[in-house]
């Protein structure tokens, strides 16, 4: 993991709440963030009806699990108050682990600055 990574990590993690976070992050490939950008809503290149989102905390194992073979990433924060249905949380079969489902496609109003982490 990179320097710049874990120092993005350490620094939006100071905006990471615990039950009720305001903003959770949704890492998707440069090919979807590019065709976006003409767009009122986040495309995705996999058709989502649930958009999977994390919590700052879980997005090193996240990336190092499913996106490894990547070379590079985007981080979206995504702020919750500016989504038009609520996120769902979901807690795993042994209480520990919670993820978080958004029903719907994720406007792109509710997308604060994406952040490339490059991995070679």
């Known amino acids: 993991m990179g320097k710049w990574l874990c120092a993005f990590l350490i620094a939006i993690s100071l905006y990471a709440g615990a039950d009720q976070p305001r903003y959770l992050y949704k890492i998707i490939s440069l090919e979807d963030w590019n065709a976006s950008q003409t767009q009122d809503l986040l495309k995705l290149s996999k ?63 509710a997308i604060n600055e994406p952040r490339i982490v490059r991995f070679h």
């Open 47 to 109: 058709d989502q009806n649930t958009v999977l989102l994390w919590k700052v905390d879980q997005l090193e194992n996240t990336i190092l699990s499913d996106f490894s073979t990547s070379p590079e990433v985007i981080i979206l924060e995504i702020d919750l108050d500016k989504l038009p249905n609520e996120v769902q949380s979901k807690q795993d079969d042994m209480g520990k682990a919670i993820s978080y489902h958004y029903m719907g496609s994720i406007p792109m109003k």
